[in-house]
């Protein structure tokens, strides 16, 4: 399955967007599937640190996990069987969620920035989650392979956030 890297580049959203390219060939199916592992990672998120930075460094981490779950699945199945199999377990919690997006008291800032991106048109939010799953695709290509943890975690918490606003 691909080549070996080290360990700084095989956990960082360039490298798995790099990976899952080789797999998945549509610039809109691999953004709708980026963006739906996005968001269903961060439905999840639960944090017991009390320091912002490393509770921004846990979503990236959970994000990276679900990545690479996706990763694994593009590999071994359709792509459009992976993406149903998201949609059928996000879609509920996003749906649940959108009824009242200010209500959110969940523990990702990421996640919540999403919800009120998608509250202007509930309706339509798969299309926004293509869009944003997109420009987290062509920030991380923009701005290739990080080296350093720290940086890494920073970076990718940027390509995220740069997507949700």
Not at 14 to 34: K, P, W
Not at 56 to 64: E, G, I, N, T
Not at 78 to 95: E, G, H, K, M, R
Request: aromatic share 10%; with cysteine.
């Amino acid at each position: 399955m691909g080549k070996l890297f080290k360990r700084e580049e095989e956990r960082q959203i360039y490298t798995f967007i790099r990976n899952l390219g080789s797999y998945i060939s549509s610039v809109d199916e691999l953004g709708m599937l980026v963006g739906y592992s996005t968001i269903h990672s961060l439905a999840g998120f639960e944090s017991n640190t009390g320091s912002v930075e490393e509770r921004q460094f846990q979503q990236v981490k959970a994000v990276h996990n679900g990545l690479e779950l996706l990763l694994k699945e593009s590999a071994n199945k359709d792509s459009y069987v992976v993406l149903c199999n998201l949609q059928i377990t996000t879609d509920p919690v996003l749906t649940e969620l959108l009824k009242n997006p200010q209500a959110y008291t969940g523990q990702s800032d990421l996640l919540a920035m999403a919800l009120k991106r998608f509250a202007s048109n509930s309706r339509d939010y798969r299309d926004k989650i293509r869009r944003h799953g997109t420009a987290i695709c062509e920030k991380s290509k923009q701005k290739g392979i990080v080296y350093g943890t720290k940086n890494i975690l920073t970076t990718d918490y940027g390509t995220i956030q740069y997507a949700f606003r």
